[in-house]
C-alpha cells in the first residue's frame, strides 16, 4: 500500500509545528486587538478593522511579496532584524511563522472580536459592582463568556494556515524540512507527476480540513445563555 | 447620609438632581420610564462616565471636583433590573464573586447570612440557566449582599418579572431591610411597591426632583396623585401603626397609629408590639359628618379635610388629616358637595378595608 515517504512525513510535521505556533501566538497578540475593536469608540477603529481584514481579500502573492521586500536586507524588518542579530527571515522557519500570523490575521481577530461584542456591557458592570477591577474582570467574566469565540479562532486560525501556499511559497521557497510544508509538497508531487503521492496527501488535507469543521461544529456551545 | 448632586446631558435628555436620602432605611426613586431614576442610580454606582457632580456616602465622598472613584472602589451593592448572574458560574461562586473580593476585616455580610435571607440553601450548585426568574433575581441580590456594601442600589429588581414571581421576591427584600442596616436606593415604577418598601421617596419628572420626603406624606399628596396613578396603581395612602392584638377566631388584627385604631383581617397573626405598615386605598374610604353606626364598617376614624382635588368626571379626592397621619379618601362631586367638604371640616372617615404591606 503506497504511503508517505520521509519528505512527506517531514511537510505534514513542519506544517503542524508552523500552524500550532502561530495559533498560539495569534490567540496572544489578537486578543487585546481583538478587545479593543470590540469595545473603543475611536475613529481608528474603521481603518484598524480593515486592515486587519486585508489578508482575506489580497492575494496570498501580495502578502508573500511585500514580506518579501520588507524583510528581505534591504526593508526596514530586515534592517531591524539583521541589528538584532537574528539574520534575515525570508526562507526560514521564523519568516514563515511571520508570514502566517499576517495571513491568518482575521481569522483570529474577527471570531475574538465578535465575541466580545457579544458579552454586551452588562456581565462586566456586575462585575465592577462587586469589586472587579478592569483587569479581574476581564480574566474573571470576559475570557470565560468569551470561550466559543476562543474555540473558533484557534481552529480556524490554524486550519487556515495548514492550508496556506501562496505566502509560503513567497517566502519560504521550498527548503525540504526547513519551508517545505505539505501544501508546497503536494506541488512538488504534482509538477514531478507523482500523482499517487500527491492523492495521498491532498486526500489527507481533504479528511483534516473536514474534521475540522466538524470539530467546530460541535465544540460550540448549544446551552443557550440566559 | 447619602448625598447626590447630578447633571448628565445627553442629546434630548437632561438629568439634574441635588438628593439627601438618609442613611439608612429604604429610599425610593419614582417616576414614569425615561424620567431618569435609572440613570441616577447608575451615575451613583459610577457606571455613567458622564455624570458631573458629586456623590458622598456616609461621608466618604466617591465623587467630587477632580475626585473619581471607579464603581470597584465604590462599597455598594448593584441588583439590575435583569439578574445579570454570571453564567459560568454556578450560584454558589456567583455570590462568592463579590464576597471574596471584600478583604476579610471589612465583610460585613457572611456567606450563610446572605444565603439564608434569600433562601438559596438548596439552589447552591446550580447554573444561571437552570434558574426561574425570581430566582435568578435571589441570587443576584444575595450576591450584592455578599459583596458587604455601604450602600444598595436596586435596580426595578421586580420589573422583569410577572406577578407571582414579584410576590415571591418582595417578602426577602422586606426581610432584608428589617435584618441589615444597609441602606437601599430603590428605583421603580409601581407605586405599589414604593409604599411596601420606602420609607422615603424622591419623585422624578424628566430628569428633575418633583418632590421629596416621607413616603406616607408624599403618597397622599393631591397634585402628585397623577405621578402615583399613571402606572394603573389606585390612589391610596399608607398608615404607619403598632399592633394591638390579634383575634384567632375571626383572624381580625387591631392596630394603633395616632390618629385612632385600625382593624383589618390577617391571616398570619402579626405579634402586638410589632410596627406594620397599612394601605388604605382612597376608594375604600368614605366619609360622614357624624358618627355611624349600625354600620358594617369596622373602621371610624375622626379626621379633618386638608385639601380636595377633582379625580375625574365626577370624583373628588380628598385629603385628610388624622392626628398627623395623612389619609385619601374619594368621594362623588355630589356628595363632596352635599357634605359641603372643605378645608378645615371636622369628619369621620369610614374605612372599609386596610390592608397589611409588611
Given at each position: 500500500?503506497?504511503?508517505?515517504?520521509?519528505?512527506?512525513?517531514?511537510?505534514?510535521?513542519?506544517?503542524?509545528?508552523?500552524?500550532?505556533?502561530?495559533?498560539?501566538?495569534?490567540?496572544?497578540?489578537?486578543?487585546?486587538?481583538?478587545?479593543?475593536?470590540?469595545?473603543?469608540?475611536?475613529?481608528?477603529?474603521?481603518?484598524?478593522?480593515?486592515?486587519?481584514?486585508?489578508?482575506?481579500?489580497?492575494?496570498?502573492?501580495?502578502?508573500?511579496?511585500?514580506?518579501?521586500?520588507?524583510?528581505?536586507?534591504?526593508?526596514?524588518?530586515?534592517?531591524?532584524?539583521?541589528?538584532?542579530?537574528?539574520?534575515?527571515?525570508?526562507?526560514?522557519?521564523?519568516?514563515?511563522?511571520?508570514?502566517?500570523?499576517?495571513?491568518?490575521?482575521?481569522?483570529?481577530?474577527?471570531?475574538?472580536?465578535?465575541?466580545?461584542?457579544?458579552?454586551?456591557?452588562?456581565?462586566?458592570?456586575?462585575?465592577?459592582?462587586?469589586?472587579?477591577?478592569?483587569?479581574?474582570?476581564?480574566?474573571?467574566?470576559?475570557?470565560?463568556?468569551?470561550?466559543?469565540?476562543?474555540?473558533?479562532?484557534?481552529?480556524?486560525?490554524?486550519?487556515?494556515?495548514?492550508?496556506?501556499?501562496?505566502?509560503?511559497?513567497?517566502?519560504?521557497?521550498?527548503?525540504?524540512?526547513?519551508?517545505?510544508?505539505?501544501?508546497?509538497?503536494?506541488?512538488?508531487?504534482?509538477?514531478?507527476?507523482?500523482?499517487?503521492?500527491?492523492?495521498?496527501?491532498?486526500?489527507?488535507?481533504?479528511?483534516?480540513?473536514?474534521?475540522?469543521?466538524?470539530?467546530?461544529?460541535?465544540?460550540?456551545?448549544?446551552?443557550?445563555?440566559? | 447620609?447619602?448625598?447626590?448632586?447630578?447633571?448628565?446631558?445627553?442629546?434630548?435628555?437632561?438629568?439634574?438632581v441635588?438628593l439627601?436620602l438618609?442613611?439608612?432605611?429604604?429610599s425610593a426613586l419614582f417616576?414614569?420610564?425615561?424620567?431618569?431614576?435609572?440613570?441616577?442610580?447608575?451615575?451613583?454606582?459610577?457606571?455613567?462616565?458622564?455624570?458631573?457632580?458629586?456623590?458622598?456616602?456616609?461621608?466618604?465622598?466617591?465623587?467630587?471636583?477632580?475626585?473619581?472613584?471607579?464603581?470597584?472602589?465604590?462599597?455598594?451593592?448593584?441588583?439590575?433590573?435583569?439578574?445579570?448572574?454570571?453564567?459560568?458560574?454556578?450560584?454558589?461562586?456567583?455570590?462568592?464573586?463579590?464576597?471574596?473580593?471584600?478583604?476579610?476585616?471589612?465583610?460585613?455580610?457572611?456567606?450563610?447570612?446572605?444565603?439564608?435571607?434569600?433562601?438559596?440553601?438548596?439552589?447552591?450548585?446550580?447554573?444561571?440557566?437552570?434558574?426561574?426568574?425570581?430566582?435568578?433575581?435571589?441570587?443576584?441580590?444575595?450576591?450584592?449582599?455578599?459583596?458587604?456594601?455601604?450602600?444598595?442600589?436596586?435596580?426595578?429588581?421586580?420589573?422583569?418579572?410577572?406577578?407571582?414571581?414579584?410576590?415571591?421576591?418582595?417578602?426577602?427584600?422586606?426581610?432584608?431591610?428589617?435584618?441589615?442596616?444597609?441602606?437601599?436606593?430603590?428605583?421603580?415604577?409601581?407605586?405599589?411597591?414604593?409604599?411596601?418598601?420606602?420609607?422615603h421617596l424622591v419623585l422624578l419628572?424628566?430628569?428633575?426632583v418633583?418632590a421629596t420626603?416621607?413616603?406616607?406624606?408624599?403618597?397622599?399628596?393631591?397634585?402628585?396623585?397623577?405621578?402615583?396613578?399613571?402606572?394603573?396603581?389606585?390612589?391610596?395612602?399608607?398608615?404607619?401603626?403598632?399592633?394591638?392584638?390579634?383575634?384567632?377566631?375571626?383572624?381580625?388584627?387591631?392596630?394603633?397609629?395616632?390618629?385612632?385604631?385600625?382593624?383589618?383581617?390577617?391571616?398570619?397573626?402579626?405579634?402586638?408590639?410589632?410596627?406594620?405598615?397599612?394601605?388604605?386605598?382612597?376608594?375604600?374610604?368614605?366619609?360622614?359628618?357624624?358618627?355611624?353606626?349600625?354600620?358594617?364598617?369596622?373602621?371610624?376614624?375622626?379626621?379633618?379635610?386638608?385639601?380636595?382635588?377633582?379625580?375625574?368626571?365626577?370624583?373628588?379626592?380628598?385629603?385628610?388629616?388624622?392626628?398627623?397621619?395623612?389619609?385619601?379618601?374619594?368621594?362623588?362631586?355630589?356628595?363632596?358637595?352635599?357634605?359641603?367638604?372643605?378645608?378645615?371640616?371636622?369628619?369621620?372617615?369610614?374605612?372599609?378595608?386596610?390592608?397589611?404591606?409588611?
Amino acid at each position: 500500500m503506497p504511503s508517505f515517504s520521509p519528505e512527506d512525513w517531514a511537510a505534514i510535521r513542519l506544517t503542524l509545528e508552523l500552524a500550532a505556533t502561530t495559533t498560539a501566538l495569534l490567540l496572544v497578540l489578537c486578543t487585546p486587538l481583538a478587545w479593543w475593536l470590540a469595545r473603543t469608540r475611536s475613529r481608528w477603529r474603521g481603518p484598524v478593522g480593515a486592515v486587519v481584514a486585508l489578508p482575506l481579500v489580497l492575494p496570498p502573492t501580495v502578502i508573500g511579496f511585500y514580506l518579501l521586500v520588507t524583510m528581505g536586507p534591504n526593508g526596514p524588518i530586515g534592517h531591524l532584524t539583521t541589528a538584532l542579530g537574528l539574520g534575515r527571515l525570508p526562507f526560514t522557519f521564523p519568516g514563515l511563522v511571520v508570514g502566517s500570523l499576517v495571513y491568518s490575521l482575521p481569522f483570529a481577530v474577527q471570531p475574538l472580536q465578535r465575541a466580545f461584542e457579544s458579552l454586551g456591557p452588562r456581565a462586566l458592570e456586575a462585575a465592577a459592582t462587586l469589586g472587579a477591577g478592569p483587569l479581574d474582570r476581564f480574566f474573571t467574566v470576559a475570557l470565560p463568556l468569551a470561550r466559543p469565540g476562543f474555540v473558533t479562532a484557534a481552529v480556524l486560525s490554524f486550519a487556515h494556515t495548514v492550508g496556506e501556499f501562496g505566502v509560503v511559497l513567497m517566502l519560504g521557497g521550498n527548503i525540504p524540512g526547513v519551508t517545505r510544508v505539505v501544501s508546497v509538497q503536494i506541488y512538488d508531487h504534482v509538477e514531478a507527476m507523482e500523482y499517487t503521492q500527491a492523492h495521498w496527501l491532498a486526500g489527507g488535507m481533504v479528511v483534516f480540513s473536514f474534521l475540522v469543521l466538524m470539530a467546530l461544529h460541535w465544540l460550540q456551545p448549544r446551552e443557550p445563555r440566559p | 447620609m447619602i448625598e447626590a448632586r447630578i447633571g448628565i446631558e445627553r442629546p434630548g435628555f437632561t438629568l439634574d438632581v441635588d438628593l439627601h436620602l438618609p442613611g439608612h432605611g429604604v429610599s425610593a426613586l419614582f417616576g414614569p420610564s425615561g424620567c431618569g431614576k435609572t440613570t441616577c442610580l447608575r451615575a451613583l454606582a459610577g457606571l455613567e462616565r458622564s455624570a458631573r457632580g458629586r456623590v458622598a456616602v456616609n461621608g466618604e465622598v466617591w465623587q467630587d471636583e477632580g475626585v473619581w472613584r471607579p464603581t470597584h472602589r465604590r462599597a455598594l451593592g448593584y441588583v439590575f433590573q435583569e439578574a445579570s448572574l454570571f453564567p459560568h458560574l454556578n450560584v454558589r461562586r456567583n455570590i462568592e464573586y463579590g464576597l471574596s473580593r471584600v478583604p476579610p476585616a471589612r465583610r460585613r455580610v457572611p456567606l450563610e447570612q446572605a444565603v439564608e435571607l434569600l433562601g438559596l440553601a438548596a439552589l447552591m450548585e446550580r447554573r444561571p440557566a437552570t434558574l426561574s426568574g425570581g430566582e435568578r433575581q435571589r441570587v443576584a441580590i444575595a450576591r450584592a449582599l455578599a459583596a458587604s456594601p455601604a450602600l444598595l442600589l436596586l435596580d426595578e429588581p421586580l420589573a422583569a418579572l410577572d406577578a407571582p414571581r414579584k410576590a415571591e421576591v418582595l417578602p426577602y427584600l422586606e426581610r432584608l431591610q428589617r435584618t441589615l442596616d444597609i441602606p437601599m436606593v430603590y428605583v421603580s415604577h409601581s407605586a405599589d411597591e414604593v409604599a411596601r418598601l420606602a420609607q422615603h421617596l424622591v419623585l422624578l419628572r424628566a430628569g428633575r426632583v418633583v418632590a421629596t420626603g416621607a413616603t406616607q406624606a408624599l403618597m397622599a399628596r393631591l397634585d402628585l396623585q397623577d405621578l402615583f396613578t399613571a402606572q394603573g396603581d389606585a390612589a391610596a395612602s399608607v398608615v404607619s401603626a403598632v399592633v394591638e392584638r390579634h383575634d384567632a377566631a375571626d383572624c381580625l388584627a387591631t392596630a394603633r397609629f395616632p390618629g385612632g385604631q385600625l382593624h383589618f383581617v390577617s391571616a398570619q397573626a402579626p405579634a402586638p408590639g410589632q410596627a406594620v405598615r397599612l394601605r388604605v386605598q382612597a376608594r375604600d374610604v368614605s366619609l360622614a359628618l357624624t358618627f355611624q353606626s349600625g354600620t358594617s364598617i369596622l373602621n371610624a376614624v375622626s379626621a379633618h379635610v386638608t385639601a380636595l382635588r377633582e379625580d375625574g368626571p365626577g370624583q373628588v379626592l380628598v385629603a385628610l388629616d388624622a392626628a398627623g397621619t395623612p389619609l385619601l379618601a374619594r368621594v362623588t362631586q355630589r356628595s363632596a358637595q352635599a357634605l359641603a367638604l372643605a378645608p378645615g371640616l371636622p369628619v369621620f372617615a369610614q374605612i372599609k378595608s386596610v390592608a397589611l404591606l409588611d
